[in-house]
């Protein structure tokens, strides 16, 4: 089992963590991309889970599942970050394990993508929901701890409570150009951190 872990730990080490974050992203709106170009007639009125039964299904579902999978590596390493030295560890843990609970539903989303078989169906919007739940919270302890500590400017403290606002908008509304935003913000929280932790070598 030691050796198990070392093995992985040697894996995820051969490149910087801030770069899992980076490629959740591309991955992310690389696969929405394709998907929107292979299905006719589609706009942002569409909800985005639409995609993953489109003609491009494969390449949205996949993209999504890889995007959350990627961004569970980075948040492994941005949470430490956001952890130094804090006072409030147990917040810190609640928030990891939260972060890691979004990613890995949101990989399930592109496991089990929206469909006609109401097993499935009901699966997605499970799956969906919890990611989205688990976001809020986890978002919401990144906040406080990035305003609690001196490691990365308060700019990311807001953006990320910005983010968690905007998800808490599109569950209350549900409206799909709303789910567009939280998927943009989504992104860009994870860009613009990735390259702030490469650029100063955090």
């Given at each position: 089992m030691e050796e198990l872990k070392t093995y992985i730990l040697i894996i995820y080490n051969?490149?910087?963590?801030?770069v899992y974050g980076l490629l959740s992203a591309v991955v992310g709106i690389g696969g929405d991309i394709i998907a929107i170009a292979l299905f006719p007639g589609f706009t942002l009125n569409h909800m985005i889970s639409?995609?993953?039964?489109?003609p491009g299904a494969v390449y949205f579902n996949i993209g999504t599942f890889l995007s959350g999978f990627l961004a569970m590596l980075f948040y492994l390493y941005l949470i430490k970050v956001i952890g130094r030295g804090t006072q409030y560890p147990k917040i810190h843990k609640v928030g990891r394990f939260f972060a890691i609970n979004s990613c890995i539903f949101f990989s399930l989303v592109g496991v089990f993508p929206t469909s006609l078989n109401m097993m499935i169906f009901v699966l997605h919007g499970t799956f969906a929901l919890i990611s989205w739940l688990s976001?809020?919270?986890?978002?919401?302890?990144?906040?406080?701890?990035?305003?609690?500590?001196?490691?990365?400017?308060?700019?990311?403290?807001y953006l990320a409570l910005i983010t968690a606002i905007i998800i808490i908008v599109f569950l209350l509304t549900w409206i799909p150009i709303i789910e567009w935003m939280v998927a943009l913000g989504v992104t860009v929280w994870i860009t613009l951190p990735s390259v702030y932790i490469l650029y100063r070598k955090i």
């Open positions: 051969l490149i910087p963590a801030p639409a995609l993953g039964a489109g976001a809020i919270i986890y978002l919401s302890i990144f906040s406080f701890l990035i305003f609690e500590n001196k490691v990365i400017p308060k700019f990311f403290g």
